[in-house]
C-alpha cells in the first residue's frame, strides 16, 4: 500500500449530535423523580459519553497544533514519512482528568454513602464522606502527577532506564495519604500458608513498597508493549473493559438472575438480586462503595480510549506517546490499590506479564537491547518480520543458555554460526513471538491478534478469580 | 555592556552543604522529646530548605536540557542572542509541589489538630482531619493543574486572549470540593453597608464566581507583570513573604510582646504571649490552623522562590516561563481562599492592581496592544526606555479621551501630530510608567524600583489590614 498523505479520519457528525442528548440524560437522569438507588453511575456515564465526544473532537482538532510544537514524528512501519502527531495522549488524559474532576461533587451523592452520626442531642445528621473523598482526590493527584510526567518524558524525551521509577514518583500522593489516613496494610493469607502465618497478615512499610511496585509495574508493562499502531490504547481499553465487567458483579442489581460458576470450578452459583444483597457483594455496602469507585475512574477511560482508538487505529492519524501509557496504567492501579482488588487487576495483566517476564533478559542487559525492539517492515510485502538483535561479541554462558530455553520453546528465533554461537536472536516481545509462530502478518493483523490474545487473557483470569480462586482463599471473600 | 556568552552563576558549595544539616535539623526536631507545638511547622520549614536547595541546583543543571527540548529563547534586552532556557518555572513547580506532596503526613501532625470524639462507649477517640486533608489535597489538585497548563502554555504558546480563562479550569478542583463539602459561602458585611444588607451575607453561587475571579485574577495579574528579568519571581517573592508576616500574626507564639498598632489607627494595641491565646487568633484554633495551612503552602514557595530568582536576576540565566506565574499566582489564590483572607491578599497585590487597572485600555482593544509591551533597550546606553503603540489610524474619542487623562496624570506620555490628533502612547504598563517617571534606567535598577514598589505596597498592606480595617469592620475579625 503506498499513501503519501494521512487526513484525518472523518468524524459523523449526527452520530455525534445523537449522542450529546444520551449523555444530556445520564446526568439530569438522577435529579428525576424516582432517585435512582446509584445516582453517581448515571453522571459517571453521562460524563464518560461527553469524555468519548470531546476525545474523539480534540485528538485532530490539536493534532497541527501538537506538530508545530515539535510534537511529532514519523510512522517507523509505513512507507511514508508524513509526520504523525505524536503524545496526544496527553490530550486524552486531559479530557479523562477534567471528567474526573467535575465528577468530584457527584461521586458522593449515593444514598448508599450518607451514613449519619447521632448528635448528643440524639438527633441523626447525614456525614458526608471526607475520607471517601480524600481517598478520591488523592487518586486523581496521582492521575495528573502521571500526566505531567508523561508528557515530560514526551518532551524531554527521558531514556527508559530512567524513566523506570517515575511511576513511583507519581505513587507519592496515593502513599502519602494512605500512610496519613492510618491505612491497613493487613492481607489475607491464602489457605495453604494460613498455617504459617495465620489469617491476616501485616506487610507494614511492605505495604507501601507492593504499592508503588503495582504503580511502575501497570504503568511500564503497558509502555513496553508498544510500537504498532493501535496497541497501548487497544490493551487499556480491554483491561478496563475486563475491570468493569468485574466492578459490574459487585453491584446491587435490581433484576434477579444466576451465573454459573460451578462451571468454573467453584462450589455454588452466584445468585444477583434484590437491591442491596445482590451480587459478590453479598449486601457489603464498603464491597458496593469500592466497586463503584472503580467505575468512576473506569468509565471514563473506556471513553476517551475508544475515541482516542478511531484515531490511532491502523493506520494511525495520532500517537499517543508515554503520556497515555502512564495515565492508564496508573488508573488500574489507583483502581487496584484503592478498590483493594489488586491480585485480581494482575491477573488482567496476562499478556504484559507474558511480554514483560520474556523482556527481561534485554531489560536487565543480559541480551543486546536495540532503541527500538518493534517488528521490521518490509515495504515491499508490506508484512512485518520479527526484528532481530545482533550480537556485536558472542553471548555470556548464560545468556547463550536463556536464548536456547527460549528457542526451544519457540518463543525467539535465533541465527547460528555454523560453530554453534548465537549471531542473532529476535527481539523478546510478545510482538515478535506472534509473528515467530503465526508468520510474516501485517501491522493491523498483527494488533488484532493482540487484542484477542489480551481478550482471551481476560477470560482465563475470570476463570481464576471465580473458579480456581475458591481453591486457595475462603469462599466469601471481600 | 557586551557579553556573548552567559555561563550559569556559580553556586558555593560550601554554603549548601552547610544549609543541608540545618534543613535535616528541622525535620528531625518534631520526633524529638520536649515536642514542639507546632511540629508541622519544624517539617515545613526543613522541607523549605530542602526545596531552595533543589531549586538552585536543578534550574541550571536542567537549562541544557530545556534549550534542546525547544525551550529556549533570546533575552530581548539585550546585546546578546544567546539562547536562555525557557520555562524553568516548571522545575520550581515541580520542586514545590513534590515538596507539598512528601509534606502530607506531616500536615496533620501538630498536637492541636487531635480533636477527639467520644464513642457510644464514652472513651475518646483522636479523630483523624479528614475535612482539613481534602482541604489540602484539592488546593494540591489545584496547583497541579496550574502547572501543567502553565507548561503547556510555555509548549504551545497560546494566545493571551485565550489563556485568560485557563487559571478557572485550574481553581475547578478547589470549587469542586468546596461544593461536595458543602462549604460556607457567608461573607462578613463591612460596618457602613450593614443596615443594608444584615451582617452576614450568603453569595451563594456567586461566591464560586468570586472564587474563580481571584485565581484568574491573582495569577494573570502576575503574569503582564512581566518581561524585565526577576520581574515575576520578584513579585511572587514579595507577596508570600507579605503572606507569611501575616500568618505569623496568627500563631501562638511562646513568647509574649507587643505590637503598636494603635499608631496605625486602631483602638487598641495588640498583645502576644501565652501558648494558645496569643496573636491575632485571640485563641481560636481554627483561626490558628487555617494560617498554619496558610504558611505550609507559603514557606516552600518562597524557597523555591528565592532559589529561582538566584539565576533569574538580572542578567538572567533563566527565564521563568508562564509556569512559574500559573503556580504562585494559584498558590496565592488558594491560600487567600481556603485561610479565608483573600480581602487581606488583594491588598498585597497594589502594585499589580494598579498594572492591571492601568493595562485596561489595552487589554481590552481601546488602544492598539503590540506582542510585547516590555520596555525598549537602547543598546548604546544600555538603558531602557518606555516602549510604544502606534496608532495606524486616529484613536477613538474614547481612546483619546481615556489617553488625555492618563497623560494628565503623567502615567503615560503621549506623541501628538501638530493637529492634536494622538499618533503614539508609551505602553500601558507600571514598568512604562516608572521609566516616564523616573526616566530611562538599565533593566536592573527598573526591577529594584519594581521591588521597592511591591514591598511599598505590602507596608501600605499591612497598614489598611491593621489600621483602617477597623473602621469598616469589628475589630475582632475572624
Avoid at 502519602?176 to 496494610?185: H, I, L, Q, S
Avoid at 520479527?386 to 541465527?415: G, H, N, Y
Avoid at 510482538?431 to 481476560?458: A, D, T
Wanted: proline share 8%.
Amino acid at each position: 500500500m503506498v499513501s503519501t498523505a494521512v487526513p484525518p479520519r472523518p468524524l459523523s457528525s449526527t452520530f455525534l449530535l445523537g449522542l450529546a442528548p444520551v449523555a444530556s440524560w445520564f446526568i439530569i437522569r438522577p435529579f428525576l423523580d424516582p432517585i435512582p438507588s446509584l445516582p453517581g453511575l448515571y453522571t459517571s456515564i453521562g460524563f464518560s459519553l461527553f469524555a468519548f465526544i470531546a476525545t474523539l473532537y480534540l485528538v485532530p482538532a490539536l493534532g497541527p497544533t501538537f506538530i508545530k510544537a515539535h510534537l511529532s514524528g514519523r510512522d517507523l512501519l509505513k512507507d511514508y514519512a508524513t509526520p504523525i502527531p505524536e503524545s496526544l495522549g496527553l490530550v486524552c488524559a486531559s479530557v479523562y482528568t477534567l471528567a474526573l474532576i467535575l465528577f468530584i461533587p457527584f461521586a458522593f451523592s449515593d444514598s448508599l454513602t450518607t451514613h449519619s452520626t447521632q448528635t448528643p442531642e440524639g438527633i441523626f445528621v447525614p456525614e458526608f464522606p471526607h475520607s471517601r473523598l480524600s481517598v478520591y482526590l488523592s487518586s486523581l493527584l496521582s492521575l495528573l502527577m502521571a500526566t505531567i510526567l508523561g508528557f515530560l518524558d514526551d518532551v524531554f524525551d527521558i531514556r527508559w532506564r530512567h524513566k523506570l521509577p517515575i511511576p513511583i514518583i507519581a505513587s507519592i500522593p496515593l502513599l502519602m495519604v494512605y500512610f496519613a489516613e492510618r491505612g491497613n496494610t493487613h492481607i489475607v493469607v491464602p489457605l495453604p500458608l494460613r498455617f504459617l502465618l495465620g489469617s491476616l497478615l501485616n506487610l507494614g512499610p511492605l505495604y507501601y513498597l507492593y504499592m508503588s511496585l503495582l504503580s511502575t509495574f501497570a504503568t511500564n508493562s503497558i509502555n513496553i508493549l508498544a510500537g504498532i499502531n493501535g496497541s497501548e490504547v487497544s490493551q487499556a481499553l480491554i483491561i478496563a473493559t475486563s475491570v468493569i465487567l468485574n466492578d459490574l458483579l459487585y453491584l446491587p442489581w435490581p433484576i434477579g438472575f444466576r451465573l454459573p460458576v460451578h462451571l468454573l470450578g467453584s462450589k455454588a452459583e452466584v445468585e444477583f438480586g434484590g437491591v442491596w444483597s445482590a451480587g459478590m457483594a453479598y449486601g457489603s455496602k464498603e464491597l458496593v462503595e469500592r466497586h463503584l469507585f472503580s467505575l468512576y475512574f473506569m468509565l471514563p477511560l473506556v471513553a476517551v480510549c475508544s475515541g482516542f482508538m478511531y484515531h490511532n487505529w491502523y493506520p494511525a492519524r495520532a500517537f499517543p506517546g508515554d503520556t497515555l501509557c502512564y495515565v492508564t496504567g496508573m488508573a488500574f492501579a489507583v483502581v487496584g490499590i484503592q478498590g483493594h482488588f489488586s491480585k485480581t487487576l494482575l491477573l488482567f495483566f496476562l499478556p504484559q506479564i507474558f511480554n514483560f517476564v520474556l523482556s527481561c533478559p534485554q531489560l536487565f542487559g543480559l541480551v543486546p537491547c536495540p532503541r527500538h525492539r518493534v517488528p521490521r517492515f518490509d515495504k515491499v510485502t508490506n508484512l512485518l518480520h520479527p526484528s532481530k538483535a545482533i550480537f556485536m561479541k558472542p553471548p555470556s554462558k548464560l545468556a547463550a543458555t536463556v536464548l536456547r530455553i527460549l528457542s526451544f520453546f519457540k518463543l525467539v528465533d535465533l541465527t547460528l554460526h555454523p560453530s554453534g554461537v548465537i549471531l542473532e536472536t529476535t527481539n523478546l516481545t510478545i510482538l515478535n513471538f506472534f509473528l515467530i509462530r503465526l508468520g510474516p502478518m501485517n501491522e493491523k493483523k498483527l494488533v488484532q491478534v493482540l487484542i484477542c490474545s489480551q481478550i482471551c487473557g481476560s477470560v482465563l483470569a475470570f476463570s481464576v478469580r471465580y473458579g480456581l480462586a475458591g481453591l486457595v482463599y475462603d469462599g466469601d471473600r471481600r
